[in-house]
């Protein structure tokens, strides 16, 4: 958090938790419910947040360091959005909800943050 300060205070960086180069958070994530809790900080940190074509709708493909590693994390979209699918519906709202929270709140993009509390498995933050 505080490196990502050091970068807010110069100029807003863009934020992610996936893009072309590492594994899906869809797939990185041990506990499918904790999708929230990232999503929650990259909606809610200083800077432009980014989302991966695909993660929007829980995709999951993994980076493989070979060759073509890269190539299933470059799922080609369907042709209509309503080919998308019924099983990406709940990772779309999610992140819809969390884009109307941070367009209704502004100052997101250029606060400061202030750690709370840090635990090991807890992390609670304000951004003024």
Known sequence: MGRHQTFVDVFPPLTFVGNHDVTRIASQLREPGHLGHALSVLFTLPGNPAI????????????????????????????VPAELGEDGGPHYRLHHELIRVRRARPFLATGRIRVCHLASQQLAYEIT
């Open 52 to 79: 991966y074509a695909g993660d929007e709708q829980g995709w999951r493909s993994i980076k493989y360091h070979r060759e073509g590693g890269d190539a299933e994390l470059r799922w080609p979209f369907p042709g």
